[in-house]
């Protein structure tokens, strides 16, 4: 998929990614690892950026992050 964006957003690509990408996830059209995979990121990498946006990270769709740290802490 594309998107046409402004020249004034264009230079500005991977924070305007980044920002479609918290808010695709806020509104649950994308998983965490979806949306990291959008930003060319790790899932606990883009979970840093939802707090710029003011997205909670903590929904439904985490519980199976959640599971997996718990199991890495574990050991």
């Not at 402004?6 to 500005?12: C, F, I, R, V």
């Not at 479609?20 to 690892?33: C, S, V």
């Amino acid at each position: 998929m594309t998107i046409q964006v402004p020249d004034a957003l264009e230079k500005e690509h991977e924070e305007t990614t980044r920002l479609i990408a918290a808010k695709l996830y806020e509104a649950g059209k994308l998983t965490l690892r979806q949306a990291a995979e959008m930003c060319k990121m790790k899932k606990w990498d883009f979970a840093e950026i939802l707090i710029k946006y003011n997205v909670h990270y903590l929904d439904e769709s985490a519980t199976e992050d959640l599971e997996t740290f718990r199991n890495a802490l574990k050991g």
